[in-house]
C-alpha cells in the first residue's frame, strides 16, 4: 500500500494524464518509487511517515509516479513534445529528490523530525 503519497495527488500533479491510468496502476508506481527511495536511504519512513515533515520524499513519489504514468501512456498530452518536456521535468524532480536523499545527514535530518 502506498505511503509517502497519494493516486489522487499524481493525478492532481499531471493535469493532463490519460484517463486508462488507473490509480491501481499509480499506486504501484508510488510503491516502486518508495522501494527506490528507501534502499538509497536505507531506511523506510512507512511506519512513521507525515506529509508536514517528509515532503521531501513525497515529492520524489510523486515526480517517479507521475513520470512512469506519463511514459507508460501519453495519449494526454496534446502532442509527444508537450509529454516530453512534462517527463524532463519530473525527471529533473526525482533526480534532485535522488541528490537530496544519498546525502547522509538529509536522512539523519528526517530521522529527527
Not at 508536514?52 to 509527444?80: I, Q, S, Y
Not at 536523499?101 to 539523519?108: I, P
Request: proline share 1%.
Amino acid at each position: 500500500m502506498a505511503t509517502y503519497t497519494t493516486a489522487t495527488l499524481v493525478r492532481n500533479r499531471i493535469e493532463n494524464l490519460d484517463a486508462s491510468i488507473t490509480d491501481t496502476m499509480i499506486d504501484g508506481y508510488i510503491e516502486e518509487a518508495e522501494q527506490i527511495l528507501n534502499a538509497i536511504m536505507g531506511v523506510s519512513f512507512i511506519a512513521t511517515f507525515n506529509a508536514t515533515k517528509h515532503g521531501l520524499l513525497r515529492a520524489g513519489c510523486n515526480a517517479w509516479a507521475a513520470m512512469c504514468a506519463v511514459t507508460f501512456n501519453p495519449a494526454g498530452f496534446t502532442n509527444l513534445a508537450e509529454a516530453n518536456a512534462m517527463l524532463e521535468v519530473l525527471a529533473y524532480q526525482w533526480e534532485q529528490v535522488i541528490a537530496y536523499v544519498r546525502d547522509k545527514s538529509v536522512v539523519e535530518y528526517l530521522e529527527s523530525l
